[in-house]
């Protein structure tokens, strides 16, 4: 079965940039979707396909992949930034989830 | 504005059932595929289900085929989740979630519940 691999966790100082990473055989021939998730709140889409902003989602998001890793990239991180972060693709009719990452920001 | 609110989870013996429900508005539920997705104590999201606009096409994540059935009621704009032969690893957050893109399945989850527990325990 596929497998996404995500670092367990992230730390970014105040208003520097943080790179989320997202581990996947061949995944930059997927589509790569990316989910923020606060305490207590519903998940949001803050990228998918790879690099495609939800309305409403800063342009501080951006995404970008190569042929093994893609990534989430937050740039000028805000303490509002401060989530979990979950990758995922579809492998055939099998969704995959990333082990998700949890993202400080200092 | 769009709402999915779930219900139906609660405790249950292991081996019983349970049917949680998940109410949508705010969009045309019945243009849209749907998932389940849970999260147990600790632990990331698994994908559970997911049902596609028009109930044609359903698929499930390994650890519940043959277990649990999704369906749903447009006319009533509710998702479904039957949930059969429970073991203490179903114990989880359960949440519903849209398909982005109307009329598709294999794309990325457009809005989400808050979720419902369910605690499986003898």
């Known amino acids: 079965s596929y497998e996404l691999t995500q670092p367990l966790s992230v730390s970014v100082a105040l208003g520097q940039t943080a790179r989320i990473t997202c581990e996947g055989n061949n995944i930059k021939n997927k589509d790569v979707h990316w989910y923020q998730w606060k305490p207590g709140q519903a998940p949001v889409l803050v990228m998918f396909r790879e690099s495609t902003r939800p309305s409403g989602i800063p342009e501080r998001f951006s995404g970008s992949a190569s042929e093994n890793t893609a990534a989430l990239t937050i740039n000028a991180a805000q303490v509002g930034d401060e989530a979990d972060y979950y990758c995922q693709v579809w492998d055939s009719t099998t969704v995959v989830f990333g082990g998700g990452t949890k993202v400080t920001v200092l | 504005q769009v709402h999915l609110v779930e219900s139906g989870g609660g405790v249950v013996q292991p081996g019983r059932s349970l049917r949680l429900s998940c109410v949508a508005s705010?969009?045309?539920?019945?243009?849209?595929?749907m998932h389940w997705v849970r999260q147990a104590p600790g632990k990331g999201l698994e994908w559970v289900a997911v049902?596609?606009?028009?109930?044609?096409?359903?698929y499930y994540g390994d650890s519940v085929k043959g277990r649990f059935t999704i369906s749903r009621e447009n006319s009533k704009n509710t998702l479904f989740l039957q949930m059969n032969s429970l073991r203490v690893e179903d114990t989880a957050v359960y949440y519903c979630?849209?398909?982005?893109?109307?009329?598709?399945?294999?794309?990325?989850?457009?809005?989400w519940g808050q979720g419902t527990m369910v605690t499986v325990s003898s």
């Open positions: 049902i596609s606009y028009d109930g044609s096409e359903k």
């Open positions: 979630a849209s398909v982005l893109i109307r009329g598709v399945i294999l794309d990325a989850f457009g809005f």
């Open positions: 705010g969009f045309t539920f019945r243009s849209y595929g």
